[in-house]
């Protein structure tokens, strides 16, 4: 990969994090209420709430609030929760590797179920069995996630009893160690499923339809008359250029994933930055909400970056645009 | 056709489905199978569950005929013995879910006592469960579904909100315990202060409360005691109560509070020896007659006096800010702040107090808090054993958990921030842009719109209040009968509340000078436009905008906009945070509002708050909310808290009640009881308080 192209590409991404920087900013000042009042509490007398406006840095003018605000951003620093009065950074990381746990489980899920059955699908273009795999994915990828993740609390827990319904381990046991692992992966087992069902139909197609176009090419053909095996041809030469597109669907999943996981957390209870959001939401907490916009902005281009970068080094092509 | 489609196939050489429609065919034929699966199985399941149920119910009702009449609970050979159960009333043997009846037929016919069922219906004081004697069942964490995320405040006496109750009141005692009809106790006062043991003198101004002794903090060590004093009732007073919590600060003025200094002078506390109890003399300027319903933990927590914590902003004038005494997490409860984020994010911890003052209690080894943001995940929760108690069984769900005899459910008019409440529609009686002084000096309504009684009356006629509570709750609650709480002293439910009837209210807008030309506003059609109206230009439409500050309100403002639009009333929802709502209420920008006001157990604790003038806020705190102004109605709750007979004290809250019906400075939705679900084998839940867990215990 030439230097060159890494450069080039590192500048494309200054722009848009200083507009997402910027539009944060305008939606921070822009949110109803008075932040220094929020944050002294209701009951605050006016020298408090004048303190806590001086603390805000609410009184500086607004370009140098702007500048304070972008420089606080380079250090991590995402103003401080109204209804928590702790960094929102804290309360952020205290709910990330939940959902990290919760999204990444499902990824690597839906990865791996999606090219299985791509790769099996793209080897049997027709057939009945094939043609039902691909009704599934089309009904798994349009139903949507918060049904059917109300449908797996019913059936699978609290009809059929095999797995816990709601959040990321058991309150009461207790567990540390090897339990406490356990306990969490019973308890990640119906979520993780739930969220990577509809990932799963997705990478399946796409997978599915890159193999079948790279077994229509003239160098599978080639292969083929030269006496390489079906399975040969696929492993060594169709699949490798098939999975082009899914190194750019994979990355630009992550940033609906975090998105998705909201509704999915919210009904499991599951205690990630999704369900922190919409806590937040409920409590008025802008800062916080405002942390997680900017977060997620951050995590797609960020993601955008890596899958551009992963796609130029397996395709030389791209780089030598 | 047929025929015409069969020479076809046979034409080309081709018979039969094609793939596509065996497909369809196949998808089809599988749904409908899924559906009678599921429909059928557990058919035989739900049989046995009916028999099962039908026998529970049949033990727990001879279990609390035998207590209404004995004060106990019985085994099964002594309720047969008694005639409480009748012979051959049990059909076999049977389990379920960790509820099991075993039954046997003794020689005379009657059950026998092989019985190990367990039940705890609506906290009865029997731990284990009816039909079993023995020992407590101790220890163990009890895993509670909350309603609200914690935040910041941990103090329950720098704040009314529901969350803070629901999670850490039973850290905390107060001076005085209530029961559920608002009767006194003992609590950290040894004796209930009345007339006839001295403790209230003066006609009602002066009380006397002699303090428990040896009553430790959480803080305390063998090395160093921290005992409960008398200081600490005065500086708890006098730094967090008088000034911060909503419904306390009510009797500031008559206690001669200094707020500028938070200095309450006529506080006069005397500690005992050894910084160990005392006595703490209350002066109140003239008689303050519901001082004792404003003692127990929900209205007047303790804590340690100079608890003032590191939090920002810092106080000013020797008193602690807001933010500084809401971090406050040290009491004398039965429970003592563990930990939060432990075991998940969000969670929160409270363990047993080993050294409480009630000797015994509490039986459970720690209370683990998980909050729930969605009802269904909380319900869930309890029906699947992930939690043990949730604070609010959603309201379509109370039927079915009362129909299983594996949990218990407890209706009570207490929320987690205060008993008996309400919701009430806000008619803001100023002007948009009106600050918060002139409110306070002015006297008549001049809200361009709402300041017209007849549109206030009108408003209210047009609300079908049946449906709001039907809708919006599910049928949980009663329709408001009157402005007070009927559970609370001096409920005049007599005063008839304007009734829903749309032909009045359209009269009524009629009259007001609302009978121009209809017009579409938004989505809402047929609006009424001003004519020959007094301030407003003829043509202008009747939009009252509803600022809405919590979701909770989603489907009760549904219905109320439907029923004005109904009438011609145009209203827009703003979806508002509470912290922005500090501000509109500052500068009055809004129309209507909504609160679920707490009543208290006494008029003048959570009534007065709303309609007396010296309420309106200077800081944005929703207390009068209306910007009402009446000095007759002040008059009659100044004289009301100085009158110790209860039939003048109930005259004038009576007069009280009348002259709001008339002013309708709001409108009286519903009165909103919650209910509370549990497991059964989870017993002595004392759900009206938020030391609700003080002596509950669960069995297995």
């Given at each position: 990969m030439t230097r060159r192209f890494v450069v080039r590409r590192l500048l494309q991404v200054v722009p848009t994090v200083l507009g997402i920087v910027t539009l944060t900013f305008v939606l921070v000042h822009a949110a109803p209420g008075d932040p220094a009042l929020d944050f002294a509490g209701e009951g605050a007398d006016q020298a408090q709430i004048d303190a806590a406006r001086t603390y805000l840095g609410l009184d500086r003018p607004l370009p140098s609030q702007y500048a304070t605000y972008a420089a606080n951003l380079l250090t991590g620093d995402l103003g401080t929760s109204f209804t928590q009065r702790r960094p929102v950074r804290t309360v952020i990381a205290d709910r990330l590797p939940a959902t990290l746990l919760l999204t990444g489980s499902a990824l690597a899920l839906s990865t791996a179920a999606g090219l299985a059955l791509g790769v099996w699908a793209g080897r049997r273009a027709r057939g009945a069995a094939a043609g039902t795999v691909n009704v599934a994915a089309v009904l798994s990828y349009s139903l949507p996630g918060f049904w059917l993740a109300q449908l797996a609390v019913l059936l699978v827990a609290l009809r059929l009893g095999w797995l816990p319904a709601t959040g990321l381990n058991d309150a009461r046991a207790g567990y540390t160690g090897t339990a406490a692992v356990v306990d969490t992966a019973r308890h990640l087992v119906l979520p993780a499923l739930v969220l990577a069902v509809s990932e799963v139909a997705l990478l399946f197609r796409v997978t599915r339809a890159g193999l079948l176009g790279e077994r229509g090419r003239e160098y599978v053909r080639t292969a083929l008359a030269k006496g390489a095996s079906d399975r040969e041809v696929v492993r060594r030469h169709a699949l490798p250029n098939a999975l082009l597109p899914v190194v750019t669907v994979v990355g630009s999943r992550v940033g609906f994933l975090v998105s998705g996981a909201v509704l999915v957390e919210t009904v499991f209870n599951w205690p990630g930055v999704g369900r922190l959001l919409v806590e937040a939401g409920q409590a008025g907490d802008h800062p916080v909400i405002l942390g997680m916009v900017l977060l997620v902005a951050l995590a797609v281009v960020v993601t955008n970056l890596v899958t551009d970068l992963v796609y130029a080094w397996v395709d030389p092509r791209i780089r030598h645009r | 056709m047929i025929d015409r489609m069969g020479r076809l196939r046979r034409g080309t050489g081709q018979g039969g489905f094609t793939l596509i429609e065996l497909l369809v065919v196949i998808v089809i034929l599988g749904i409908l199978a899924g559906v009678v699966v599921f429909s059928v199985s557990g058919v035989t399941d739900k049989g046995e569950s009916a028999a099962f149920q039908t026998d529970a119910r049949t033990l727990r009702t001879a279990q609390e005929a035998y207590f209404a009449k004995f004060g106990e609970y019985a085994d099964v050979q002594t309720l047969a013995d008694e005639g409480f159960l009748a012979g051959g009333t049990f059909t076999g043997n049977r389990t379920e879910k960790g509820n099991t009846i075993v039954l046997g037929t003794g020689p005379s016919g009657k059950p026998n006592s092989a019985y190990t069922i367990t039940c705890g219906e609506n906290g009865s004081p029997v731990p284990g469960g009816c039909g079993t004697a023995g020992t407590v069942a101790r220890g163990g964490t009890l895993v509670v579904g909350e309603t609200f995320a914690s935040n910041a405040t941990t103090n329950v006496a720098s704040s009314t909100g529901g969350g803070t109750h629901a999670w850490w009141e039973t850290m905390y005692n107060g001076l005085i315990e209530l029961d559920e009809a608002g009767n006194p106790s003992p609590e950290l006062a040894a004796v209930v202060p009345t007339v006839g043991n001295g403790g209230i003198t003066n006609g009602g101004a002066t009380y006397t409360l002699t303090l428990r002794q040896n009553v430790e903090w959480h803080d305390s060590t063998t090395a160093s005691p921290h005992f409960f004093n008398a200081e600490d009732v005065k500086w708890t007073f006098e730094k967090v109560l008088l000034r911060l919590h909503a419904r306390t600060r009510g009797m500031a003025a008559t206690l001669g509070y200094d707020s500028a200094n938070c200095r309450a002078d006529n506080i006069v506390a005397t500690n005992g020896a050894g910084s160990n109890g005392g006595t703490v003399v209350f002066n109140f300027n003239s008689p303050y007659i519901p001082f004792l319903k404003q003692l127990n933990v929900t209205e007047a927590a303790m804590n340690p006096a100079n608890s003032v914590s590191g939090a920002f902003p810092v106080g000013t004038n020797g008193c602690p800010s807001q933010a500084q005494a809401d971090a406050v997490k040290v009491g004398t409860g039965p429970f003592k702040f563990d930990s939060i984020n432990?075991?998940?994010?969000g969670d929160g911890k409270v363990v047993r107090n080993p050294k409480y003052w009630k000797s015994g209690l509490p039986y459970l080894d720690a209370i683990l808090m998980r909050p729930f943001t969605a009802d269904a995940a909380r319900y869930n929760a309890l029906v699947n054993g992930d939690v043990d108690f949730v604070w609010d069984v959603p309201n379509p769900n109370v039927a079915a958990l009362d129909a299983n005899p594996a949990f218990g459910i407890a209706a009570t008019q207490s929320l987690g921030g205060g008993p008996n409440s309400v919701d009430q529609v806000i008619f803001n009686l100023k002007a948009s842009g009106s600050t918060v002084a002139s409110v306070a000096n002015g006297t008549a309504p001049d809200h361009p719109v709402l300041g017209n009684v007849n549109v206030r009356r009108a408003i209210f006629h047009a609300i079908n209040r049946d449906d709001y509570l039907n809708?919006?709750?599910?049928?949980i609650g009663n329709v408001s009968r009157?402005?007070?709480?009927?559970?609370?002293?001096?409920?005049?439910?007599?005063?008839?509340?304007?009734?829903?009837?749309v032909s009045t209210a359209n009269s009524l807008l009629d009259g007001a000078g609302w009978n121009g030309p209809r017009v579409t506003v938004g989505s809402t059609p047929n609006v009424r436009t001003a004519l020959g109206h007094p301030t407003l230009a003829d043509g202008t439409p009747l939009t009252i905008r509803f600022l809405q500050g919590s979701g909770i309100f989603t489907d009760r403002l549904a219905v109320i906009k439907a029923n004005l639009a109904a009438v011609g009333i145009d209203m827009p929802i703003t979806v508002n945070t509470t912290n922005a709502n500090t501000q509109v209420f500052t500068n009055r920008d809004f129309d209507l509002y909504i609160i679920n006001y707490a009543?208290?157990?006494d008029p003048h604790v959570g009534v007065r708050r709303q309609y007396?003038?010296?309420?309106?806020?200077t800081t944005g705190t929703p207390n009068n909310a209306a910007g009402y102004r009446n000095p007759a109605v002040d008059a009659d709750f100044d004289q009301a808290v100085q009158t110790l007979d209860t039939t003048a004290r109930a005259a004038l809250y009576r007069d009280f009640q009348q002259r709001v019906v008339n002013d309708l400075p709001y409108a009286w939705m519903i009165e909103t009881p919650n209910v509370r679900g549990f497991r059964a084998t989870c017993t002595g839940f004392r759900v009206w308080t938020g030391l609700f867990a003080e002596s509950a215990s669960c069995a297995g």
């Open positions: - | 432990s075991p998940s994010a809708i919006g709750r599910n049928g009157s402005p007070i709480s009927s559970q609370v002293f001096g409920a005049a439910t007599d005063i008839p509340l304007p009734a829903f009837s009543n208290g157990y007396h003038s010296d309420q309106i806020s």
